[in-house]
């Protein structure tokens, strides 16, 4: 099991709203900054969200994060077709010693 | 726009050495802040860490992996690189490189903005 923990599933109707939480302890999220990443099926990773809430160019605004203590929250909203895909969180953790970790990854479907 | 590029064999036996470079494009790997890391991805499965290389050779490796792990840099060709030894079917998967950027020069605040494509690599006799 991984050590940030993501729920296995989501689902929404296009153009609604969906919500992936993220829980993790004080050695990571709690003191920590939280990476979001969107994968396609079949492709690479790519980052949606960094330092929390920030989104890089070319990421849409209908796309935000946010942290508060120990857990973080990806939203999407007016949901496409195309966002379709697992979505991933991860941040540093240093229980042991410093070390990525990232959540076991959501799988968003778009009814 | 920095570009990675993962290659390797695609099929190791068990017991082997697993080896893989990752080549930088459309920059240079040789960066005050920024790393370069391996990640990887079991079937069906999430993303692991694997460990990261600065320019300067300086390395953290995922505690699960030390030991059997090593990550080397050559600036003058601008890649870096991931060994493997004595791999099971367990380290079957896609290994990742990617790029980790540090923002604002704050401890741990980093994220992997510039992903490969991936390898494919099969542990079997």
């Known amino acids: 099991q991984s050590v940030l923990t993501q729920p296995p599933s989501v689902s929404a109707a296009p153009g609604q709203k969906v919500t992936i939480s993220c829980s993790g302890s004080s050695s990571n999220i709690g003191e920590k900054y939280v990476s979001w990443y969107q994968q396609l099926s079949g492709t690479a990773p790519k980052l949606l969200i960094y330092?929390?809430?920030k989104r890089p160019s070319g990421i849409p605004d209908r796309i935000s994060a946010s942290k508060s203590g120990t857990s973080a929250t990806l939203v999407i909203t007016g949901l496409q077709t195309g966002d379709e895909a697992d979505y991933f969180c991860?941040?540093?953790?240093?229980?042991?010693?410093?070390?990525?970790?990232f959540g076991g990854g959501t799988k968003l479907t778009v009814l | 726009q920095v570009r990675l590029q993962e290659s390797g064999p695609g099929l190791v036996k068990p017991s082997q050495t697993l080896s893989l470079t990752c080549t930088v494009s459309g920059g240079s790997i040789i960066s005050p802040t920024d790393y370069w890391a391996w990640i990887r991805q079991s079937a069906g499965k999430g993303l692991e860490w694997i460990g990261r290389i600065y320019s300067t050779g300086s390395t953290t490796h995922n505690p699960s992996l030390q030991g059997r792990l090593t990550i080397s840099v050559d600036t003058s060709k601008n890649h870096f690189s991931l060994t493997l030894s004595s791999v099971t079917a367990a380290d079957t998967g896609v290994y990742y490189c990617?790029?980790?950027?540090?923002?604002?020069?704050?401890?741990?605040?980093?994220?992997?903005?510039?992903w490969g494509q991936g390898a494919m690599v099969t542990v079997s006799p």
């Open positions: 990617a790029r980790g950027r540090n923002y604002y020069r704050a401890p741990y605040n980093d994220a992997f903005d510039t």
């Open positions: 330092d929390n809430n």
């Open positions: 991860a941040t540093w953790d240093t229980n042991l010693s410093a070390s990525w970790v």
